[in-house]
C-alpha cells in the first residue's frame, strides 16, 4: 500500500530553520497537488503550504508567508519544506498530504496523509 513519508522534523531554538521532506513509499501514487498541514493540541489542522502541480500554483498560511518556502518535484511526487526564522508558535505535528482532485485547500477535501512529523521551537 503507498503511503506518504515525512521526514526532517526536530527541535529547534526560535530563529533556526528547518527543512521537511516527503514522498511516497511503496508503489504508484498519484496526486494533483500536494501540500503540508500542521496541527497543534487544540488547534484545528492547518494549512502550512500548497503546490498545485498543473499550474505551479503555490499557496502560504499567513502565519508563515515570507518565513517558509514549499518546493516539488511533480513527476516524483515529492514535497520539501523548507522553514526559516521558526517561532515556538510554529510547534507542531506537520503533515504532508496530497489529493488527486484538487478541490480546496481545506484539510477535508485531502484524501492522502503522512503519518506526521513533531517540529518543536523552543523559545
Known amino acids: 500500500q503507498t503511503r506518504l513519508v515525512e521526514s526532517g522534523g526536530g527541535v529547534v531554538q526560535a530563529g533556526d530553520s528547518l527543512s521537511l521532506s516527503c514522498a511516497p513509499s511503496?508503489?504508484?501514487?498519484?496526486?494533483?497537488?500536494m501540500g503540508w498541514f500542521r496541527q497543534s493540541p487544540g488547534k484545528e489542522r492547518e494549512l502550512v503550504a500548497g503546490?498545485?502541480?498543473?499550474?505551479?500554483?503555490?499557496v502560504y498560511g499567513d502565519s508563515v508567508m515570507g518565513r517558509f518556502t514549499i518546493s516539488g518535484e511533480a513527476g516524483q511526487h515529492s514535497v520539501f519544506l523548507q522553514m526559516n526564522s521558526l517561532k515556538p508558535e510554529d510547534t507542531a505535528v506537520y503533515y504532508c498530504?496530497?489529493?488527486?482532485?484538487?478541490?480546496?485547500?481545506?484539510?477535508?477535501?485531502?484524501?492522502?496523509w503522512g503519518q506526521g512529523t513533531q517540529v518543536t521551537v523552543s523559545p
Open positions: 498530504a496530497a489529493t488527486v482532485f484538487w478541490s480546496s485547500w481545506s484539510p477535508g477535501h485531502w484524501g492522502s
Open positions: 511503496g508503489g504508484t501514487f498519484r496526486s494533483s497537488a
Open positions: 503546490i498545485r502541480w498543473h499550474d505551479g500554483l503555490i
